[in-house]
């Protein structure tokens, strides 16, 4: 049987092999050091506005939405690469539709920003 590790010291392993992701990412991918940028000041920005509890987890979470989709994009990308350097119609349409994910999620967030803003600051 292989060496499993359990408990709290796979919970350790685990944090680190996430923060070895979350650094990886910070250097090698501007888009996502953008976006974690817009992610902190709207996170910050949903704090001072004068909105209900769940109004601001929707603002929140929507935001984070767009980094956890980004690192997910990332990581299809870095697989699609490590495969090879050459062109390919599938390695093309994963990049792809990587991209469209990420490109959903940040229109969520403007739909969901745009609605509970509307609401609270310009509807009677």
Do not use: C, P
Not at 34 to 50: K, N, R, Y
Not at 53 to 70: K, T
Not at 103 to 121: M, R
Request: charged residues 15%; proline residues 0%; hydrophobic residues 55%.
């Amino acid at each position: 049987m292989a060496n499993q590790t359990t408990g709290l010291t796979r919970i350790i392993k685990a944090t680190g092999y996430s923060l070895k992701g979350l650094r990886s990412v910070w250097k090698s991918e501007a888009a996502f050091r953008q976006e974690a940028i817009m992610v902190t000041i709207a996170i910050s920005v949903a704090f001072f506005l004068d909105v209900q509890w769940i109004e601001r987890l929707l603002l929140i979470s929507s935001v984070v939405l767009i980094a956890i989709v980004e690192l997910l994009n990332s990581a299809i990308e870095a697989v699609v690469d490590r495969i090879g350097t050459e062109l390919h119609e599938l390695s093309g349409k994963a990049k792809d539709m990587g991209s469209a994910a990420v490109f959903i999620s940040i229109w969520l967030a403007i739909f969901i920003w745009a609605i509970v803003i509307s609401n609270h600051y310009f509807v009677s």
